[in-house]
């Protein structure tokens, strides 16, 4: 069957024919597996205008991409762009399912290091007691609403002690340090495909020194720090994801219990009678979900949701659904990345001025970027042990403080920005469900409208008597997750990578705001040498 694009206008002119070759869809970096969008995105045309630039200047961008302009960037830059690539790794590793056993990363000497540790284990143990409280609640398979709320507030109690203390966002303490917590080393994680040490700590090291077997431990115990702090990092993450899930299900209560206009009308015509809420919700269900935000993959995150909102069991949800569910399954993510930024930018500063002076800029070699040769030179036994606890700064000068907040404050708009814009604007999330559910393969109804009269004596009263005891009306098929999952997987594979799709696209906006800041400091150097020029072509003529 031919599949049409469900748009609300068709006053476009017909494309001009293709001719044998049939039609072709385009693939771009949102359509993934083909599509037929024809996106444009500024945001898109903006990066492909800063390469461009790169190659009239003699830049190979080929083997690259986009991660040329990392190059680019200059060092204090470079600590954002590394902060977005921490926050992708720890959403990519928690996306996939992949848990700290399956790591394939080994500490060695792990009885000295302790990064992050006592954060790690209460958030494990804030986890264990909201299993326990959802399997001694779940008891009673359906929960009404005072139930429902009352257990929902005690899990939110629970996670919130078990995890860090809320930043101070409107009166952050600029230059904030804390070498204890697992958050403070976001930037040094790093993807590393050969499976062996980072290649960002092995080419720092210089093998022809008489100390590089002593250098050899610093780099091992460098790895060791970053490895356990990323383990514990995720452990948080998980903690967040399942705190955003408790709020997102109090939020939702009349979301996930309205029913739909549809099962009321089909409940009509069988003549059975159907309230328009349901009283209660499946607690085995919401178990379901805690457990696929705590331990699974994110499709299965969205096939919890679906389960929950499917309350008869048979698997098949309206198109309002299919939407709710989506936009439920998403938002813990954008909750929980949310909170991850916060409170990594609570323990460690944006910039090395926040550090007060170069001999702590120096020691910070999660903060030292591509000055680690000169750390390990100048350093060799003065690695700081993230056991001693907190290492908080002096208060620094009004000059350095607003460097320090300004760069925090720009920091915080991008991630913002980034993550109001992307699934709605860039993906968007709206027209690929449209088209999901247009395109799939609904064996319910045989994939067709099902017209029915319904009785509409005990909806209009009085009214009736003018306009006729019964309505037309037209019910849409309801569609699988099979059958949505199938088409889903070809064009929104996005929703199997929420979480990386959320940081690449902060990164992308990064890199889009550093490209203009030098496009426009290499604009004002022009624009001040024409000027110049002038002025001082001006001032000959005037003395001739």
Known sequence: MARTIPTTSQQAAAPPSPGNQGPSWGVDANTAGGGVWAQTSAKKDKLNELLTELNSDGVDTGAKGMETLDEYASAQEKLDLQFADGLKIIAKFVDVGTKNSDHTMIVKNASSISVGTDASKAAENATDQVFQLLESASSLEEWEKPKFEATMHEILRILSTGLPPEPNIKNPVAGSLDISSPLCYLREFVEDSSGGTSDKVHDGANHQSPDYGEIEQQIELLDNIVTEAFSSSTNIYRTLLLRATSQTLLDNWDTLTTVTNGDIDRAAVSKV???????????????????????????????????????????????????NCITL????????????????LEVCPVRTVGLGNSDKANDAWFLGGENFSDFLDNNISSIPNPSAGADLNKKLSWKNRRRELKARKALIKTFRASLARHFRDQVETAHRLRCIYAWAEKSHQDNKLDSILVDASEEWGAASSLVGRKRYVELTPKISYPEFHKEQSRHFPHLDRIGEEIAMSFKEDLWVSQGKGRQNKELKRDCFLFLSGVSLIDVGIGFL
Do not use: C
């Open 273 to 323: 009678s159907i309230l328009p809420q349901r009283p209660t919700v499946n607690a085995k269900k919401i178990l379901k979900i805690f457990d696929a935000y705590a331990n699974e993959s994110s499709q299965e995150w969205v096939k919890s949701w679906w389960m929950l909102i499917d309350a008869d069991g048979d698997g098949l949800i309206d198109e309002e659904e299919m939407n």
């Open 329 to 344: 399954a998403s938002k813990p993510i954008h909750t929980a990345l949310s909170d991850l930024v916060y409170l990594s």
